[in-house]
């Protein structure tokens, strides 16, 4: 293992955003921890992606099985991520569902609820909390000039109401706040952090719902007209993770075509 490539561990890398991030840390020099939930065949895709855009011989691209909403497989991912890749530089909290049945509000079930929470807001916050503590407490060395970085890949939904998909909009909401937290809380410690909002991406999650967007779209819900794609979020991580962002711990920074932007 060639201890000087910095290490980012993606959740939710084997699909779509991850996907997307993993192929543009692999171009940056990364090593990284991918880790899906049962897609191993997708999982093996984003590797041999990676590979595709390694620029050093002594990158690794290692595929980590576990269940964001899961304390166990979470523990066991962080540990793994040191026994393989020795390090973790950028913890990047990509992974993310959304209520397996839309529902309106007034018809949100208990179990969805907590499904959609355990994944998107408690997993980002304490999985955090491991990867922050071994900073703190370990110290080891940074590998890149500006430190260590975490970045929390959100949506729009963290301000945009979505009646029959609350459950999905308050995690994402909750998780705006964690992103907050986790910045005043390692800003005096050299550590950065961010939130991406990403708009309408085109990935597995929105697929079902293509002609729907896309008309949309069309009629310019979305101001530069066209979908996002998961390379425009790995730009953006990558961006942040090199430190192009020095001054800006706790940014939101929407990916979303300008779609947040107020219009009469």
């Not at 990867?131 to 080891?140: C, D, G, S, T, V």
């Amino acid at each position: 293992m060639n201890e000087t490539s910095p290490v980012a561990l993606i959740t939710g890398a084997s699909r779509g955003l991850g996907r997307g991030i993993a192929a543009r840390l692999a171009s940056l020099g990364f090593s990284i921890g991918i880790n899906y939930v049962n897609n191993s065949s997708a999982a093996n895709e984003t590797v041999a992606l990676c590979k595709e855009h390694q620029q050093k011989a002594g990158q690794r691209f290692i595929p980590m099985k576990a269940d964001m909403g899961i304390r166990q497989d979470r523990n066991a991912l962080f540990e793994k991520t040191l026994k393989e890749l020795g390090r973790v530089d950028a913890f990047i909290s990509n992974a993310g569902i959304g209520p397996k049945v839309r529902a309106d509000i007034a018809e949100t079930s208990l179990e969805s609820f907590e499904e959609v929470m355990k994944v998107n807001l408690e997993a980002p916050f304490f999985l955090t909390q491991l990867i922050a503590n071994y900073w703190l407490k370990e110290k080891p060395a940074p590998v890149l000039p500006n430190g260590f970085t975490v970045v929390f890949n959100s949506s729009i939904s963290a301000d945009t109401a979505s009646i029959n998909r609350g459950e999905y909009c308050i995690s994402k909401a909750g998780l705006a706040m964690v992103s907050q937290l986790w910045a005043v809380r390692l800003a005096a410690e050299g550590i950065r952090v961010y939130e991406l909002r990403p708009g309408i991406m085109e990935t597995d999650m929105t697929s079902g719902a293509q002609a729907k967007y896309d008309k949309l779209i069309a009629e310019g819900l979305v101001p530069q007209k066209r979908w996002g794609q998961p390379e425009d979020i790995g730009r953006a991580v990558g961006a942040l993770l090199m430190g192009e962002f020095p001054y800006s711990t706790g940014e939101v920074i929407h990916i979303d075509g300008g779609f947040h932007l107020r219009r009469l």
